[in-house]
């Protein structure tokens, strides 16, 4: 990419190297940097992306931001890779998402005398971030349990897997014939907004382990970097609900919005206003509530014990617990492509399951389904369960209303002052248009617009670079307490008067 007073490539390169003793920018100062890369630690995904100040300058800035594309992928989640960290017993990384999850299956699969020497002494760690929202404090010293029983503090796990991204970021720079240089390069990293100070410093503690320069390093709020993303889409790249008839540029001065961030245990909702010179505001605190699509989860396991029988699950699920693992994966993934149109949603069968229950039941499973006609049409075929889309329609509505009485008797009521003109669905629960399409027709009564971003997944981490690119263009939050301060200086004769 060139400047674009001198059209020279300003890029540090092998051919084009740049002397950081001779470059002016640094990060820890309120200065441009010449390159942000941004790092996701998602739920069950993660992913990094990078783009050069020179491509954020141009029209279509966010066709410039570039994400890995060679993750080994099993294809539940192919633009991400899981958060699955294996770790040697030195603590150096052996190997990370899908492969970390493969070596591990198959080395306990494995005879004792196959294994590696010291493998008791390793550590498996499967969706890392999902293992921090376990209701306590958490703080430098928090140990984080591993899959074999282990134990590590979570600031070092957390280190690890920053590590590992950052380190793929910096190869891939390489690989493209550019030179990394940490004097002018921005690291963000994105943490819910409803994160106290302690969980906050602990992520900043954990990148700094990583590698990353604290003076290089931003710790930026998850609902204002997807804020950000959507004030940047193209209206034609955002997808309304059925029934939408307002279509409003919601990018222009004026525009209130409503992000909600729809995460796995918890729903983020931030309200932004775009100011006249483009920034955006807080105009109203962030909130979250406990209906994230987790909850879907729990009904769905609920249905399968109702189904299948309590014995038979806790057997499978405490003796293959990869198959259990991957029915979930399968799971979540079917939730999010889900559709206002399907008649049936087809769920893996684990072969280990299918056996346990035929054993318990003395019968072949279309011969159980028949016994089992009350719960809903099921059929099996090819390994799947073809349940009917109500099924799990009824998981999600459940759900979704207690997120929408949430959203009317805690967030509307309370900024009834306030006129929202947009409602933008992001995160992985977003991706399902039957969620979209619900939501909508169940606030028809506001008649606000309802819709999603072209990827509202990555609106996260996209928006993370964004914030990198200029940090002012987020004005300060709206906090959630009011802090106060008191100060009495010390009598000074000759100084003070008495009184």
């Keep these: 990419m060139t400047d674009?007073?001198?059209?020279?490539?300003?890029?540090?390169?092998?051919?084009?190297?740049?002397?950081a003793d001779t470059i002016t920018i640094h990060c820890d100062e309120e200065i441009t940097p010449r390159l942000v890369i941004a790092i996701d630690i998602g739920t069950y995904g993660c992913l990094y992306a990078l783009q050069w100040r020179s491509d954020y300058e141009n029209a279509n800035c966010l066709e410039s931001i570039k994400f890995p594309t060679t993750w080994s992928s099993s294809g539940f989640f192919p633009r991400k890779t899981p958060c699955c960290i294996l770790l040697k017993p030195d603590k150096s990384i052996a190997e990370f998402g899908y492969k970390a999850a493969f070596q591990f299956r198959k080395n306990e699969s494995l005879p004792e005398r196959k294994r590696p020497k010291d493998w008791k002494d390793w550590y498996f760690f499967r969706f890392v971030k999902m293992r921090l929202y376990n209701g306590e404090e958490l703080t430098v010293d928090t140990p984080m349990e591993a899959a074999n029983d282990k134990h590590l503090p979570a600031v070092e796990v957390l280190a690890k897997t920053i590590e590992y991204l950052k380190d793929e970021a910096i190869n891939k720079l390489r690989e493209d014939g550019y030179v990394y240089q940490e004097e002018v390069t921005k690291w963000v990293i994105p943490v819910p907004a409803i994160w106290n100070d302690s969980a906050k410093h602990v992520m900043q503690e954990a990148a700094e382990k990583a590698g990353i320069n604290g003076k290089n390093l931003s710790i930026a709020f998850e609902s204002e970097c997807a804020a950000l993303y959507c004030t940047k889409v193209p209206l034609e790249k955002m997808e309304f609900a059925t029934g939408n008839n307002k279509r409003t540029n919601i990018a222009a001065p004026g525009q209130t919005l409503m992000i909600v961030h729809m995460r796995r245990d918890t729903v983020d909702i931030t309200t932004v206003r775009i100011n006249e010179d483009k920034t955006s505001q807080q105009v109203y605190k962030s909130s979250g509530c406990p209906w994230g699509c987790s909850k879907v989860n729990e009904k769905f396991e609920m249905f399968l014990v109702e189904l299948i029988g309590a014995e038979t699950v806790r057997t499978f699920v405490e003796k293959h617990v990869f198959d259990y693992q991957d029915l979930q994966m399968d799971f979540e993934s079917r939730k999010r492509e889900m559709k206002w149109s399907d008649d049936q949603i087809p769920i893996k069968l684990p072969d280990p399951l299918r056996q346990l229950w035929e054993r318990a039941e003395g019968k072949d499973v279309d011969e159980i389904l028949e016994e089992k006609a009350c719960l809903g049409k099921i059929e099996f075929m090819t390994g799947r369960l073809f349940l009917e889309a109500k099924i799990i329609q009824r998981f999600v509505q459940s759900t979704i209303d207690g997120l929408l009485k949430y959203m009317n008797e805690e967030v509307f009521a309370d900024m009834s002052n306030l006129s929202v003109n947009s409602i933008i669905l992001v995160g992985g629960?977003?991706?399902?248009?039957?969620?979209?399409?619900?939501?909508?027709?169940?606030?028809?009564?506001?008649?606000?617009?309802?819709?999603?971003?072209?990827?509202?997944?990555?609106?996260?981490?996209?928006?993370?670079?964004?914030?990198?690119?200029?940090?002012?263009?987020?004005?300060?939050?709206v906090l959630r307490h009011s802090y106060g301060i008191a100060m009495t200086m010390e009598f000074v004769p000759n100084k003070h008067k008495e009184d």
């Design 4 to 19: 674009n007073a001198t059209g020279i490539d300003t890029r540090p390169s092998r051919d084009n190297p740049v002397d």
């Design 429 to 477: 629960f977003a991706e399902s248009s039957y969620v979209m399409q619900y939501v909508k027709d169940n606030l028809r009564s506001r008649n606000i617009p309802v819709m999603r971003p072209h990827l509202p997944d990555l609106a996260v981490l996209i928006g993370a670079v964004l914030f990198g690119q200029n940090e002012k263009i987020v004005t300060p939050m």
